[in-house]
């Protein structure tokens, strides 16, 4: 929301709320990029190179929703089930190391 001087201004409720939105875009977005690698893995014969990239654009989207607590829900609190079977690996992954790091280190 802008100001009568033309500064940008945000309160509160209005950022939680924006924050909300990011988070479902954002789980949309990687919940549609499994679902190119899925598909792309369906082929006969994959592109290689797109099945690559795509490969490394949705890892990269599913570390960011992991690192940021991203909930697996998207626009219009659609479920996204790619995402959220990836996050629950991705929990019991971390769960796994930070548990052989104690008995290593402590």
Same mark, same amino acid.
């Given at each position: 929301?802008?100001?009568?001087?033309?500064?940008?201004?945000?309160?509160w409720l209005?950022? *939680?709320a924006l924050c909300h939105d @990011? =988070?479902?875009?954002l789980a949309f977005?990687?919940?549609?990029?499994?679902?190119?690698? #899925? +598909?792309?893995n369906t082929l006969a014969k994959p592109p290689k190179s797109q099945l690559a990239r795509h490969s490394d654009i949705a890892d990269k989207l *599913?570390?960011?929703?992991?690192? @940021? =607590?991203?909930e697996?829900?998207?626009?219009?609190?659609k479920s996204c089930?790619?995402? #959220? +079977?990836?996050l629950e690996e991705?929990?019991?992954?971390?769960a796994e190391g930070s548990k052989e790091f104690k008995e290593n280190h402590v």
């Open positions: 929301m802008i100001d009568l001087a033309g500064r940008d201004r945000m309160d209005d950022y *939680v @990011l =988070g479902q875009a977005a990687t919940e549609c990029e499994l679902a190119t690698v #899925e +598909r792309l *599913v570390q960011q929703c992991f690192a @940021l =607590g991203v697996p829900v998207g626009i219009g609190k089930g790619r995402l #959220e +079977r990836r991705l929990k019991k992954i971390n």
